[in-house]
């Protein structure tokens, strides 16, 4: 429950319907890579020049060298950050398999790579796990972690697709165990704000983004972490974690 609410809160997910989450559906490889850029604050840095329109930075054809992903695709950026990080290296040299399923020991691993591949000392009850397997001691290290806890106290089924609840309570319980200063972007298009931070402390206050001012326009709210819909009213809770961005939307006055 806490962390659905925390994915729709930073805008990581999004519910199916008005009225639905989509607990138990399937999460596809290019919308569990895109969670992970998302909660990365949304990085472009790995983005050249010849992935950009020449007259603008209009995404045109981003080169992420798997034939399978297609250069204007709303998931290409994130899948070429994951590359370019280590997050993942596809499932062969030159397939990613974007509309894939994705499964519990594949989303582990990814999370495991995003943390520096980490090795840690620890038994695992679960007996459908080979010790030969990719992802061992990526669970290894999330069971060490808490978060991942297995279907059952022995079971936890590596092949099974890893549906939007749990997808969204790994990335959640990652984030919490981080304890780390993450950042804050603004991006005002010259209007002024004053008070914002720049960096927050997970688990320690709860503050509101103060509204920023643009001479001769009238703000109708942040997007960006927060979602592609605008909000006047963005609170950061003491349970938020992630890199921050936000985008201040203005309309011209008449």
Same mark, same amino acid.
């Given at each position: 429950?806490?962390?659905?609410?925390? !994915?729709?809160?930073?805008?990581?997910?999004?519910?199916?319907?008005?009225?639905?989450?989509?607990?138990?559906?399937?999460? =596809? %490889?290019? @919308?569990?890579?895109?969670?992970?850029? %998302?909660?990365?604050?949304?990085?472009?840095?790995?983005?050249?020049?010849?992935?950009?329109?020449?007259?603008?930075?209009?995404?045109?054809?981003? #080169?992420?060298?798997?034939?399978?992903?297609?250069?204007?695709?709303?998931?290409?950026?994130?899948?070429?950050?994951?590359?370019?990080?280590?997050?993942?290296?596809?499932?062969?040299?030159?397939?990613?398999?974007?509309?894939?399923?994705?499964?519990?020991?594949?989303?582990?691993?990814?999370?495991?790579?995003?943390?520096? !591949?980490?090795?840690?000392? *620890?038994?695992?009850?679960?007996?459908?796990?080979?010790?030969?397997?990719?992802?061992?001691?990526?669970?290894?290290?999330?069971?060490? #972690?808490?978060?991942?806890?297995?279907?059952?106290?022995?079971?936890?089924?590596?092949? !099974?697709?890893?549906?939007?609840?749990?997808?969204? *309570?790994?990335?959640?319980?990652?984030?919490?165990?981080?304890?780390?200063?993450? =950042?804050?972007?603004?991006?005002?298009?010259?209007?002024?704000?004053?008070?914002?931070? *720049? =960096?927050?402390?997970?688990?320690?206050?709860?503050?509101?983004?103060?509204?920023?001012?643009?001479?001769?326009?009238?703000?109708?709210?942040?997007?960006?972490?927060?979602?592609?819909?605008?909000?006047?009213?963005?609170?950061?809770? #003491? @349970?938020?974690?992630?890199?921050?961005?936000?985008?201040?939307?203005? #309309?011209?006055?008449?």
């Amino acid at each position: 429950y806490d962390s659905v609410n925390w !994915s729709l809160r930073n805008g990581y997910f999004s519910e199916i319907t008005n009225n639905n989450f989509g607990i138990g559906e399937k999460v =596809s %490889r290019a @919308e569990a890579i895109t969670l992970l850029w %998302r909660y990365a604050g949304r990085p472009g840095d790995v983005l050249t020049k010849e992935d950009l329109s020449s007259t603008s930075a209009a995404i045109t054809d981003i #080169k992420t060298g798997f034939t399978d992903v297609l250069g204007n695709m709303w998931y290409a950026n994130a899948i070429k950050w994951a590359k370019e990080v280590g997050v993942t290296n596809g499932t062969s040299t030159t397939t990613f398999n974007p509309n894939e399923a994705i499964n519990r020991a594949d989303f582990i691993a990814m999370l495991w790579r995003n943390a520096g !591949s980490p090795k840690v000392d *620890t038994n695992i009850p679960f007996n459908d796990i080979d010790e030969n397997a990719y992802y061992y001691e990526a669970l290894k290290w999330g069971y060490n #972690k808490n978060i991942v806890k297995g279907i059952s106290e022995n079971e936890f089924r590596p092949s !099974s697709y890893c549906t939007r609840e749990q997808v969204i *309570t790994f990335l959640y319980r990652y984030g919490m165990l981080q304890d780390s200063t993450y =950042s804050i972007d603004y991006l005002l298009f010259n209007g002024k704000t004053t008070g914002n931070k *720049t =960096s927050y402390i997970s688990g320690t206050d709860t503050f509101t983004l103060n509204e920023p001012t643009k001479e001769g326009y009238t703000f109708i709210g942040w997007t960006g972490s927060n979602g592609n819909i605008p909000n006047k009213k963005i609170i950061i809770t #003491k @349970e938020d974690v992630g890199n921050k961005v936000y985008i201040a939307n203005f #309309k011209k006055n008449n």
